[in-house]
């Protein structure tokens, strides 16, 4: 993914033109891992999940042009969340002969259920925040040397401590803490940013 200048649009503003391919593969790879692994851990199997992110992505591209966002508690993330907790809650009610048949529109999805789920909300809410950091770490390690990142995923991600990694890697202890720390923040600002695309 391009880094994102302080002064692009919001995503969702992009997507909601059809000609923007660039914003659309975009939202796709942060939209669609995050459906997917809800779906899967709601209890479908990979396979069907997939399926069903294609769904729901079908079914945002043709009304994400009527989203909007109302004040500042809308989030659109609780609109996909609803779209999701409904295509999931239809693909798991299911018979077999019938679950490989889509073409359920939008407004099928949003009317079906219209009680908030929480638990999807939340689900939705933690997967996008792992895609988010997924995203930020492939930026960053590619800006990044080899041994900085290595100390930050020593440290951070396979829980040694400081004094471990710098054994580790022959590095100083301060060497270490520099690192950990400037991969750390690099990670806040590039997910603040891509945050701020989709206000």
Known sequence: MAPLSETRESL???????ENRVAWEEFVSIYRPVIVRTAVARGMQLADAQDLAQQVLLAVASAI???????????????????TRNAIVNALSRGPKDRAAGGSSIQE?????????VETVSLIDWEYRRELYLQAARIVQKDV?????????????????????????GKSLGTIYTARCRIMQRLRDEI????????
Request: aromatic share 8%; glycine share 2%; hydrophobic share 35%.
């Open 192 to 199: 603040a940013e891509m945050e701020a695309s989709e206000q």
């Open 109 to 117: 999805l949003l009317a079906q259920y219209q009680q908030p789920d």
């Open 65 to 83: 042009s009527r989203w909007e966002k109302r004040d500042k508690t809308t989030r659109f993330r609780h609109w996909l969340s609803k779209i």
């Open 145 to 169: 040397q080899n041994e900085t990142w290595q100390a930050f995923e020593l440290t951070v991600i396979d829980g040694m401590s400081n004094q471990e990694a710098a054994e580790v890697l």
């Open 12 to 18: 969702i503003i992009q997507v909601k033109n059809p």
